[in-house]
Nanobody
Framework: QPQLVESGGGLVRAGDSLRLSCAAS????????LGWFRQVPGKEREFVAA????????HYAPSLKDRFMISRDNAKSTAYLQMNSLKPDDTAVYYC???????????????????WGQGTQVTVSS
């Protein structure tokens, strides 16, 4: 199964953009549904976006779909999260997750993912 490493986080100002990357090593990357989640200390992990294996259908948290975009490059075994018009409320640790052939109906459920990266901090200042 793949191991995941996130990168691309940092400190930005409100209104800026960031692109997070999730690089996978091992496993057949194209057979895994990839998800992005975020967590603020003291709060539950929150679904951000996911992209399905196979036809690459994607799903977003309703409040984020107008500003965030998930994509994947199977040739590079990498998933991306493009985040635009960032707000201070977007400040969190962002995690990449993978699950073998996870179906679309479960893509927003963190408990359905077995493989997680270490997370990357995103801080948005006002």
């Amino acid at each position: 199964q793949p191991q995941l490493v996130e990168s691309g986080g940092g400190l930005v100002r409100a209104g800026d953009s960031l692109r997070l990357s999730c690089a996978a090593s091992g496993g057949i990357f194209s057979s895994y549904t990839l998800g992005w989640f975020r967590q603020v200390p003291g709060k539950e992990r929150e679904f951000v976006a996911a992209i399905k294996w196979g036809e690459f259908g994607s799903h977003y948290a309703p409040s984020l779909k107008d500003r965030f975009m998930i994509s994947r490059d199977n040739a590079k075994s990498t998933a991306y999260l493009q985040m635009n018009s960032l707000k201070p409320d977007d400040t969190a640790v962002y995690y990449c997750a993978a699950q073998y052939r996870l179906s679309a109906q479960y893509m927003d459920r963190s408990e359905k993912y077995d493989i997680w990266g270490q997370g990357t901090q995103v801080t948005v200042s006002s």
